[in-house]
Antibody, heavy 121, light 108 residues
Framework: EVQLVESGGGLVQPGGSLRLSCAASGFTFSSYWMSWVRQAPGKGLEWVANIKQDGSEKYYVDSVKGRFTISRDNAKNSLYLQMNSLRAEDTAVYYC??????????????WGQGTLVTVSS | SYVLTQPPSVSVAPGQTARITCGGNNIGSKSVHWYQQKPGQAPVLVVYDDSDRPSGIPERFSGSNSGNTATLTISRVEAGDEADYYCQVWDSSSDHQVFGGGTKLTVL
């Protein structure tokens, strides 16, 4: 069974940093594109970043470029999101998601339960 | 950047057919994916590549895509279908995933 478990969320002050982790199990992690998607309270889904199987390609939404870094450790079956210079508008539930098929980044066939990041003083 | 437009809400009586649209410039040339999200839960993929269904998704869920509009159709709507629905594409010109704003389906 595919499982994605996010951790690392919490309350952080504006300008602070946080590192999210996503522990994957039940599949060959190194074979799939992985993504982070967020959802602000009461709002819609927003793609944040995604990363290729070997980490050689990474893409980001414009609003987080230069502040967030997506990475993965295939030996540890883990996905990460390093978030720096956090702003109030980064407050959201952050979901880790796996591509449905090994060959493409979309669609997102499996999702974690999400971890809440709150940026507030 | 590429924009996907969905109606904020759609209402339908049980047993009827719900159609949720997703508009985008020449969206017919892209692969469209649809997600269902119930309150407090993670999204679930219900249709991908315009009209394919993942395993476990009822045949009542179907999709189409042509011109500037993609459509998610839910036949014989049930109370349990009440949820938010999001369309999604990959915008190759910007290498960005794009979500529509979401549509709240209300079962009357």
């Amino acid at each position: 069974e595919v499982q994605l478990v996010e951790s690392g969320g919490g309350l952080v002050q504006p300008g602070g940093s946080l590192r999210l982790s996503c522990a994957a199990s039940g599949f060959t992690f190194s074979s799939y594109w992985m993504s982070w998607v967020r959802q602000a309270p009461g709002k819609g889904l927003e793609w944040v970043a995604n990363i290729k199987q070997d980490g050689s390609e990474k893409y980001y939404v414009d609003s987080v470029k230069g502040r967030f870094t997506i990475s993965r450790d295939n030996a540890k079956n883990s996905l990460y999101l390093q978030m720096n210079s956090l702003r109030a508008e980064d407050t959201a539930v952050y979901y880790c998601a796996r591509s449905l098929l090994a060959v493409t980044t979309l669609p997102l066939g499996y999702w974690g339960q999400g971890t809440l990041v709150t940026v507030s003083s | 950047s590429y924009v996907l437009t969905q109606p904020p809400s759609v209402s339908v009586a049980p047993g009827q057919t719900a159609r949720i649209t997703c508009g985008g410039n020449n969206i017919g040339s892209k692969s469209v994916h649809w997600y269902q999200q119930k309150p407090g839960q993670a999204p679930v993929l219900v249709v991908y590549d315009d009209s394919d269904r993942p395993s476990g998704i009822p045949e009542r869920f179907s999709g189409s895509n042509s011109g500037n509009t993609a459509t998610l159709t839910i036949s014989r709507v049930e109370a349990g279908d009440e949820a938010d629905y999001y369309c999604q594409v990959w915008d190759s010109s910007s290498d960005h995933q794009v979500f529509g704003g979401g549509t709240k389906l209300t079962v009357l």
